[in-house]
């Protein structure tokens, strides 16, 4: 394993790195910082959790200049909360060199933006669509731009992207450093890569060792009624520190968390219709553990690098094997196990064996745990935490009260009130959600054309010709404002 004082790291991005608690590189750092470092354009096929920011931001803060205050550096990030946690993570690196970084992306008041990048930053981490609108206003500029990043390309092609990322390449100068980073290599994405980029190297680390080797997968076969009360007896017998609810839908999400919470956990949900700072102060509590459970959608949850996360439940099995292996990749980090528990309807049997067969992983079998086993579990938290008490002996206070209370009851009633007094007892509320289409392999095999629809939808085709170049801005710039608030 290579450290990081091996990779020839300045004084103060080295101070940074230790505060930060990293001794050790990812795959993804040890093979592209070198090269970052020497100036090459790289290409680097890795998920997210892997280090990638790390991988692409020390090279470009070891460029920055600190006194020049103009922006030299420029990562396109295809949602806001990912521009938001790159950035974070540029400033923490960049922090003892006074490197200062901005993320900037729709849902923002776009005078306050403006005034921001007034006050000089030496990187900028973008959303497309708000990144274009300012590039169009004159209220970027990326003359003095000497190193580009795009951090998961193959998302912001999904998200019909391609045509925008570009036109902003081509803004930059020509004489410029750029790394691209993207899980999957489609050919649109091979394509900007031969246009726009210098002779680049590439770094490829494989899915299968980035995110699924420290995780243990299960699945339960549940019928669609069943599945709320399956996964609250779960979260009673796991008591995860942390969890990941995956839902299909907005719906879905609202109804899950209203649910969760009539049932007294602490969960709150994430997706595209809530306000960007109702959506931060929820990621806040959540990665602080003012809530133990955060129920969200694949969009809202992209991008999200929160450590300490214990389990992820996909109450709705998704639509793609991709899409698995990400949400499923927020557990497992930093070298320790998590666990991802998949519902799956009976209808639905056969797309989770397409997803072991390209995920090339084996989901266990999990039977589903009945309430009173999910009773059990929460009495033998209760039963840990009176050895625990136990153990300290720091009991002297209490053994007289104790002493007189098994003189008139025997020592096994004792025992059980207090397990019964101190037992988290769950509130059987009755939850009814709507129901929901079982996913089908045969919708599985078509993601290209369900893609297309997805676009079309949204006002444009993935390659964005029709209707002139006039209207297709407009359009366009109309649809990335609406992605950005996603």
């Known amino acids: 394993m290579t450290k990081f004082n091996q990779l020839s790291i300045s004084a103060s991005i080295m101070k940074s790195i230790e505060k930060m608690g990293f001794e050790e590189a990812t795959p993804i750092q040890a093979q592209t910082i070198p090269l970052g470092m020497e100036g090459k354009d790289v290409i680097g096929q890795a998920q997210t959790g892997t280090g990638k920011t790390a991988a692409f931001g020390i090279p470009m803060i070891e460029k920055i200049n600190p006194k020049e205050r103009k922006i030299q550096g420029l990562v396109v990030a295809p949602t806001r909360e990912l521009a938001i946690q790159v950035a974070e993570e540029m400033h923490k690196i960049g922090k003892f060199k006074g490197v200062r970084t901005l993320p900037v992306y729709g849902g923002q008041h776009m005078e306050r933006q403006i005034k921001a990048l007034k006050d000089g930053p030496h ?3 973008a959303t497309p669509g708000r990144l274009l609108d300012h590039l169009r206003r004159r209220t970027i500029r990326v003359d003095n731009v000497h190193t580009a990043v795009l951090d998961e390309a193959d998302e912001m092609l999904n998200m019909g992207f391609i045509d925008d990322i570009r036109d902003i390449l081509k803004a930059i100068p020509e004489e410029r450093q750029t790394l691209l980073f993207s899980a999957t290599m489609p050919k649109e994405i091979r394509n900007i890569a031969a246009t726009l980029m210098k002779e680049p190297s590439e770094v490829k680390v494989k899915a299968k060792e980035m995110t699924v080797s420290n995780i243990d997968q299960f699945f339960v076969e549940v019928h669609e009624k069943q599945k709320f009360d399956t996964l609250t007896n779960l979260l009673d017998i796991h008591v995860p520190e942390l969890a990941i609810v995956f839902g299909r839908t907005k719906k879905r999400v609202d109804e899950l968390t209203e649910g969760l919470q009539a049932r007294g ?8 219709d809530l306000t960007q700072g109702k959506r931060t102060s929820v990621l806040k509590k959540f990665k602080f ?10 969009v809202a949850a992209r991008g999200l690098d929160i ?3 214990t389990h992820v439940y996909n109450f709705d099995i998704p639509q793609d094997p991709e899409s698995y292996v990400h949400r499923i990749g927020r557990t497992g980090r930093a070298g320790k196990m998590g666990e991802a528990i998949s519902f799956i309807t009976p209808r639905e049997m056969p797309h989770l064996h397409q997803i072991e067969k390209v995920t090339k992983s084996k989901m266990q079998r999990m039977t589903a745990p009945s309430y009173d086993e999910a009773k059990r579990g929460q009495q033998q938290l209760t039963v840990q935490k009176l050895l625990k008490t136990i153990e300290k002996q720091d009991l002297q206070d209490y053994r007289e009260t104790a002493s007189e209370i098994l003189s008139e009851h025997d020592s096994a009633t004792v025992v059980a009130a207090a397990l019964k007094m101190l037992t988290k007892e769950r509130r059987q509320t009755p939850v009814t959600l709507s129901s929901v289409q079982p996913v089908s392999v045969k919708k599985s095999n078509n993601r290209d054309k369900s893609k297309k629809f997805r676009n079309d939808k949204r006002g444009y085709g993935r390659k964005g010709k ?12 109309n649809n990335n404002n609406n992605n950005n608030k996603r």
Do not use: P, W, Y
């Not at 553990?289 to 694949?298: F, H, M, N, P, Q």
């Not at 029709?466 to 710039?477: C, E, L, P, S, V």
């Open 123 to 125: 990187i900028v981490v």
């Open 265 to 272: 956990f602490r969960a709150e949900g994430i997706h595209g």
């Open 289 to 298: 553990g003012r809530i133990e459970i955060l129920v969200a959608t694949d």
């Open 307 to 309: 450590s300490g996360v």
């Open 466 to 477: 029709q209707g002139g170049r006039n209207r297709k801005f407009q359009n366009k710039r």
